[in-house]
């Protein structure tokens, strides 16, 4: 492999030509990562790692989804098929894995480039996969009679792999768990939750003391009402007293907000967050993540789920949570005969084969200090002689085979393609940007990894930011426009009209070009461009953003109706707000506003509220939609708020401009399970927002 190294020329600002007729030399060998300080030693391992496998196995992977003419469950079968404990423990006799080969599953893990392994030690059902002492509803009433996590534990240790558990809070099956699911006959009679708290401390003691060191434990199930942070708090203390050097995630504790899986409020226990089926749209400094995700729809074995993400699509999400400062905990759901599914080996296999030549853009790296450009991500490493690595992942090829990498102000000193062994790239300098010109096309189909060492810590030059009271207006917006840091000017220029489509810096000149503090007023539909400079050169890429003006909407001629709203509400287990026109209420009321009772705790229920809404006076309305789980307001059919899907005590906001008087209003809400939230806010558009006043929704006459 040959490395591309800079003539001096190519320090000097807005040099137009790169390394010409230089010489290629040997590629700069990357020294080792930094050495791990005290500061968050026990995080370190984690840290580096960047990439797990995640295992859901258990009794669920016997009906391997199918219960009655249903073939779409996981393992969560026991309720969401309804299944009786007394018929469920009827899986007992039927697992027999002998087909589980623990240094398989590591050594598969290892090649895919994983650096640990997170299975399900008890998941919801109450069933555990190693030996237990204190409960008789475990591996060794199998079967099999082999304690699995004994044999995962010591495999993966042979293969360099840190063993961790996951284990559920939540018991379906143990006598003293509450609450009881709604559709059970089980009575709860004599049931002590303390009991059961008591029952739960004993199996961790058990997993953190019979299996030598621990990476992770990996909590769940902590959203029902009868957990707290009493409990949460104990129990991450019961975890690092039996090993003071164990992490454990932010689910051992309440305060999750959904699917997000970040805890908000301070004063919870737990080490990172714990983002569910999505990865963060930006990096989160100065937190601790990791994104689990299923290969197919299930996290348990479901034969029937073809579902499968790509190959492409699981390297790039590696990619692109490694490039936010994240983990990817990436699940495969055994079968019940102890193997995987085929295709999550060709899978594992897949990633294996690009970490081979790419794992050093993976293991080791931190947030890209660079926003995600359109053609990838970036991933970061800082070396132990204070240089810097950057890997730039090439997901769509430019098509001029020249890649642009904006904002950054250090001249690299070498860059070259992982592993090829020849290539002459060119590089200039333009406009505030570097523009790589590679030879030939992708060399790999999932994702291309350019690597570039700096000289230092990056230099990172970002655009200009907007501030607006809103996107849109009536009659005048003032907008702001903020330099990154101090030392940086601002140049602009105001475009009548939409988005434009324009190339090139922002030239400054004496008419006013040059951003001098004082708010841009706006009277028409415009677009605002600005781009920032340092020392007269443009330093970042050029931004925009368009602010409309608009009408507003018409009020209407209704007569006052009663008081309050129309609510109809529906009983059902959604991920997001279903269709309602398909769907026949289960109760219909009055209610006063959009709002639910504090001690409301109804699961798998929806809601929609309808009738009118009195405004007081015309002008841009800001609402702010506060549900748990999902919620959508609609004002005259126009959506103005979509909060929808899983997730914990979340606000989104809109706004919409409204003539003063009557206007329909509508808004739909649902609550899957755990804590109920719903709430309205408005303000006029330079205001704050407050609760609106129950007084102006009015039903419809």
Not at 18 to 47: K, L, N, Q, S
Not at 100 to 118: C, L, N, Q, S
Not at 287 to 298: G, I, Y
Not at 656 to 678: D, K, P, T
């Amino acid at each position: 492999m040959r490395a591309r190294c800079l003539p001096l020329a190519l320090l000097a600002p807005l040099l137009s030509a790169g390394c010409g007729g230089a010489e290629p030399v040997e590629p700069v060998v990357p020294p080792e990562p930094m050495p791990a300080t005290e500061a968050g030693e026990r995080m370190d391992w984690w840290r580096d790692a960047r990439f797990g496998l995640f295992l859901h196995w258990g009794l669920y992977a016997v009906p391997a989804g199918k219960w009655g003419d249903r073939d779409s469950h996981g393992e969560w079968i026991m309720t969401t098929a309804q299944i009786p404990v007394e018929e469920y423990e009827q899986f007992v006799p039927r697992f027999d894995p002998v087909g589980f080969d623990a240094d398989a599953w590591a050594r598969m893990a290892k090649a895919a480039g994983m650096k640990y392994v997170v299975i399900t030690t008890k998941h919801h059902d109450g069933f555990a996969l190693f030996d237990s002492a204190v409960s008789d509803y475990d591996v060794m009433a199998t079967p099999f009679q082999r304690d699995i996590m004994a044999e995962l534990a010591e495999a993966c240790r042979a293969h360099g792999l840190k063993i961790c558990w996951y284990h559920s809070i939540m018991d379906w099956h143990h006598p003293d768990y509450l609450p009881r699911r709604g559709w059970e006959e089980r009575r709860a009679d004599g049931a002590d939750f303390e009991r059961y708290v008591e029952y739960l401390h004993a199996q961790v003691t058990e997993l953190l003391t019979n299996y030598g060191d621990i990476g992770v434990m990996w909590f769940d199930g902590e959203w029902e009402a009868t957990w707290n942070h009493g409990y949460g708090q104990a129990l991450y203390e019961l975890c690092r007293t039996l090993q003071p050097d164990v992490i454990v995630n932010n689910r051992v504790d309440v305060g999750r907000a959904g699917m997000a899986g970040f805890t908000e409020g301070g004063g919870r226990a737990g080490d990172f967050g714990t983002p569910e089926q999505e990865i963060p749209a930006t990096g989160v400094p100065g937190a601790d993540w990791e994104t689990c995700m299923t290969m197919n729809r299930n996290w348990g074995f479901n034969a029937a789920d073809d579902d499968w993400k790509s190959s492409t699509d699981l390297i790039r999400k590696l990619v692109d949570i490694a490039s936010k400062g994240g983990n990817f905990l990436l699940n495969v759901g055994p079968r019940a005969d102890g193997t995987f599914p085929p295709e999550a080996v060709e899978r594992l296999a897949a990633i294996g084969a690009w970490m081979d030549v790419n794992g050093e853009a993976i293991h080791g790296t931190q947030a890209s200090p660079i926003d995600a450009p359109d053609w990838g991500r970036v991933t970061m490493k800082t070396l132990h002689d204070g240089s810097t690595m950057l890997y730039l992942h090439v997901f769509d090829w430019p098509a001029n085979d020249t890649l642009t990498l904006s904002g950054l102000g250090n001249t690299p000193v070498a860059f070259w393609m992982l592993g090829e062994q020849e290539e002459d790239i060119q590089l200039q300098r333009e406009w505030g940007q570097l523009q790589f010109q590679l030879p030939g096309g992708p060399t790999n189909p999932h994702a291309t990894v350019l690597a570039v060492h700096l000289d230092g810590a990056p230099m990172i030059y970002r655009p200009p930011s907007f501030e607006a009271a809103g996107e849109q207006f009536l009659d005048a917006l003032e907008v702001t426009l903020t330099p990154p840091s101090a030392g940086i000017e601002v140049r602009y220029e105001v475009v009548p009209g939409g988005p434009v489509d324009r190339a090139g810096p922002i030239p400054g000149t004496a008419s006013g070009q040059v951003w001098n503090g004082t708010p841009l007023r706006l009277t028409v539909t415009s677009t605002v461009r600005a781009q920032s400079y340092h020392d007269g050169m443009a330093v970042s890429d050029a931004v925009e953003r368009t602010y409309t003006r608009v009408e507003p909407l018409a009020a209407g001629d209704f007569a006052a109706g009663e008081p309050g709203l129309a609510v109809e509400q529906y009983s059902g287990q959604w991920d997001v707000l279903p269709d309602f026109a398909t769907l026949q209420p289960v109760a219909s009321m009055i209610e006063p506003a959009p709002a639910l009772p504090t001690d409301f705790r109804d699961e798998n229920i929806a809601r929609v509220y309808h009738g009118l809404v009195d405004v007081p006076t015309t002008g841009m309305w800001h609402f702010g939609l506060e549900s748990d789980d999902g919620a959508r307001l609609w004002i005259d059919g126009v959506l103005v708020v979509d909060n929808d899907g899983l997730h914990g005590p979340a606000e989104e906001r809109g706004a919409v401009a409204l003539e003063g008087g009557m206007h329909r209003i509508r808004v739909e809400w649902f609550n899957r399970g755990g804590g109920a939230l719903l709430g309205l806010r408005w303000g006029q558009q330079s205001g704050p927002l407050e609760v609106v006043p129950v007084e102006i929704f009015r039903q419809l006459p």
